[in-house]
T-cell receptor, first 112, second 116 residues
């Protein structure tokens, strides 16, 4: 069964600090991996997409990495801001049928 | 461009009552999804449509849940009768589908259901 596991489950950091969120998956065959940000009470919004051939992709202060060999991805947030407080969800797409497997998310809290 | 629109945003009902949620996807998006999200969890797929056709409804509890997507645009998700365990956020998402767009979901704000 395809699975996506995220760690940590929750994280609290001081404003201005950096942090890294992890995503491990077993989805095969692999099409792409996306990181979504979900603010409280809102729907998820896509941050980045990683395909098989991509190792790193940045979107402002967010940098995602992908190691397709070990089936691991990370999302690094630089110089965190209060607005980064949200849940971050890793989603992996299966090649061929476009089936999506969602992780349970990491709840990030930035404190001033 | 308008995003995915869902209504109602909030709904409180007593158990055994029916409830319906409506979703208007982004114009031109052929793929529409309904997800259920419990607090602190990731979304779980209920049903996926390609145009009017339900291509994956394997996780939809068909004894009490039903969905339709008439004319391949708007969609309605219904629960009848609702149970206490149905309390959750119901998310609708649409996607342009296919190729590099695979997995690019655009979500609505969700409909939060509370069953008393």
């Amino acid at each position: 069964k395809n699975q996506v596991e995220q760690s940590p489950q929750s994280l609290i950091i001081l404003e201005g600090k950096n942090c890294t969120l992890q995503c491990n998956y077993t989805v095969s065959p692999f099409s792409n991996l996306r990181w979504y940000k979900q603010d409280t009470g809102r729907g998820p919004v896509s941050l980045t997409i990683m395909t098989f051939s991509e190792n790193t992709k940045s979107n402002g202060r967010y940098t995602a990495t992908l190691d397709a060999d070990t089936k691991q991805s990370s999302l690094h947030i630089t110089a965190s801001q209060l607005s980064d407080s949200a849940s971050y969800i890793c989603v992996v797409t299966e090649f061929g049928n476009e089936k999506l497997t969602f992780g349970t998310g990491t709840r990030l809290t930035i404190i001033p | 461009e308008a995003g995915v629109v869902q209504s109602p945003r909030y709904k409180i009902i007593e158990k055994k009552q029916p409830v319906a949620f409506w979703c208007n996807p982004i114009s031109g998006h052929n793929t529409l999804y309904w997800y259920l999200q419990n607090l602190g969890q990731g979304p779980e797929l209920l049903i996926r449509y390609e145009n009017e056709e339900a291509v994956d409804d394997s996780q939809l509890p068909k004894d009490r849940f039903s969905a339709e997507r008439l004319k391949g645009v708007d969609s309605t998700l219904k629960i009848q009768p609702a149970e206490l365990g149905d309390s959750a956020v119901y998310l609708c998402a649409s996607s342009p589908g296919g190729g590099i767009g695979a997995g690019e979901l655009f979500f609505g704000e969700g409909s939060r259901l509370t069953v008393l």
